[in-house]
Nanobody, 122 residues
């Protein structure tokens, strides 16, 4: 079992930046590919970014490409999502998740955090 806890969310103005963290316990994160997803009120949860177990490969949704960066520090058992040039449409609850395979498919992710809220004001 892997327990994931996100942090770093908050309120930011348009154009601002935030860095989300996802800390794991229970098992080492180096066993897993990691993904970030988000869910806005009244909408489905969407894929944002994924990173392979060793950090060599990353993949982004078109909506965040060039603005968001996913990274990981396996020795700290932590994954990060650096979010720059934030827009009001980025407002959502953000979730990290762990999967055996590097991918962008929600159903493949076995372990999920509780989410952290990001609100971008216009």
């Amino acid at each position: 079992q892997v327990q994931l806890v996100e942090s770093g969310g908050g309120l930011v103005q348009t154009g601002g930046s935030l860095r989300l963290s996802c800390a794991a316990s229970g098992r080492t994160l180096s066993r897993y590919a990691m993904g970030w997803f988000r869910q806005a009120p009244g909408k489905e949860r969407d894929f944002i970014a994924a990173i392979s177990w060793n950090g060599d490969s990353t993949y982004y949704a078109d909506s965040v490409k060039g603005r968001f960066t996913v990274s990981r520090h396996n020795a700290k058992n932590t994954v990060y999502l650096q979010m720059n040039s934030l827009r009001p449409e980025d407002t959502a609850a953000y979730y990290c998740a762990a999967a055996a395979d590097y991918n962008n498919l929600e159903y493949v992710y076995d372990y999920w955090g509780q989410g952290t809220q990001v609100t971008v004001s216009s």
